[in-house]
């Protein structure tokens, strides 16, 4: 396959990242959780207060359905850049690579302020060790 960028590459599932390329994505996935833990909440509370008020400050149904969308926005984003997201609560994120010859997953989670650690691909997050 020629080598048309992470678009094509995510399309056919082939995308791997270097620890270079995923670091380098860290300041956008911060800012892109970051907004992801706004739009979470905003949306656990509403709905929360809708189903037991049946009214909320924050809006209605219409706001919920305006939420999620957003969201959705959001996590898209994620796999348009060919990165795994694994979890949203807290947000749980796998970039595809491979180190020292064996499939492997860049692990990054909500609150990590770096990208410092991996799993192998066939272990998930139990297997999650420091990278080298």
Do not use: N
Not at 5 to 19: C, S, Y
Not at 22 to 31: G, N, S
Not at 34 to 45: F, G, K, N, P, W
């Amino acid at each position: 396959m020629e080598d048309d960028g992470p678009e094509a590459a995510a399309e056919h599932g082939t995308w791997e990242f270097t620890v270079a390329e995923a670091r380098a994505l860290v300041p956008q996935v911060r800012e892109r959780a970051a907004e992801i833990v706004r739009l979470r909440a905003d949306l656990a509370e509403l709905a929360l207060e809708l189903r037991e008020l049946g009214a909320s400050p924050l809006g209605g149904r219409a706001e919920i359905k305006g939420l999620e969308a957003r969201l959705d926005e959001e996590l898209t984003w994620f796999t348009g850049q060919g990165i795994q997201v694994r979890g949203i609560a807290p947000l749980l994120i796998d970039f595809p690579a491979v180190l020292d010859g064996r499939p492997v997953c860049l692990c990054w989670l909500e609150g990590d302020t770096e990208l410092a650690w991996y799993h192998r691909a066939d272990l998930g997050f139990a297997g999650r060790r420091p990278l080298p």
